[in-house]
C-alpha cells in the first residue's frame, strides 16, 4: 500500500498491517506504540500539498487519521524558512503565518535548514536557443538534519515505530 504523502515501511513488520481509510493508506498495530514521525516539509509541500487545498495541513491531525493506535510522542518537521520573490512577494509571509499555526501543536519541533543561491546557465525555452543566467535556489540541510534526528532519536529509544513523512524519491 502506498500514498503519495506517506509510504509506510513498517506496515510488513510484525504485529503490523496496511489498511485504507478516507483514501490515504494507514498503518495498524498493537495500540500505544511509541512512535516518532519525522516530516520533510518542504519536500511535503512542494511534492503534495501546494495548489491543493491541503496546504495548511494539520500534522497533529493527519498522524493521529494515520496512525490512530499509536502514541505519537512527538512530530519533527523540517523546512528552511523562504525568501519572498518579486512574483511571490507573500510567499515569506505565508510560511512564517504556517510555521506560527504549527508552533502550537504542543508535541511538534520545528528543525531548520537553509536556502543556497548561486547563479547557472540555463537554456531558453524551444524555439529559442541560447541560454541565460538564472539565480537557483535549493534548499539544503533538511534532509541531512531528518537522518541525523531519525537515527540520534533511535540510539536514545525515542520510539518503537519512526514514521518519514515526505515526497522526496
Not at 7 to 31: H, Q, W, Y
Not at 37 to 43: E, T
Not at 75 to 97: C, E, G, H, M, W
Not at 162 to 168: H, M
Amino acid at each position: 500500500c502506498y500514498n503519495k504523502a506517506i509510504s509506510p515501511p513498517l506496515a510488513s513488520a510484525k504485529g503490523c498491517e496496511t489498511i485504507r481509510k478516507d483514501g490515504l493508506c494507514c498503518i495498524k498495530r498493537n495500540p500505544g506504540v511509541k512512535t516518532v514521525v519525522y516530516v520533510d516539509g518542504f519536500n511535503l509541500y512542494y511534492g503534495a500539498l501546494k495548489s491543493t487545498p491541503y496546504r495548511w495541513l494539520d500534522l497533529a491531525k493527519l498522524c493521529k487519521v494515520m496512525l490512530p493506535r499509536d502514541d505519537i510522542r512527538q512530530i519533527k518537521y523540517f523546512t528552511a524558512l523562504v525568501t519572498s520573490r518579486p512574483k511571490n512577494p507573500d510567499q515569506a509571509t505565508r510560511q512564517q503565518t504556517y510555521l506560527r499555526a504549527l508552533e502550537t501543536i504542543p508535541n511538534l519541533q520545528i528543525i531548520y535548514g537553509h536556502f543556497l543561491s548561486h547563479e547557472i546557465m540555463m537554456p531558453l525555452a524551444p524555439p529559442r536557443s541560447g541560454q541565460v543566467k538564472v539565480i537557483k535556489t535549493e534548499e539544503k540541510g533538511s534532509d541531512v538534519n531528518l537522518a541525523v534526528h531519525l537515527v540520534s532519536d533511535g540510539f536514545h529509544n525515542a520510539y518503537d515505530a519512526a514514521v518519514i513523512v515526505s515526497n522526496d524519491s
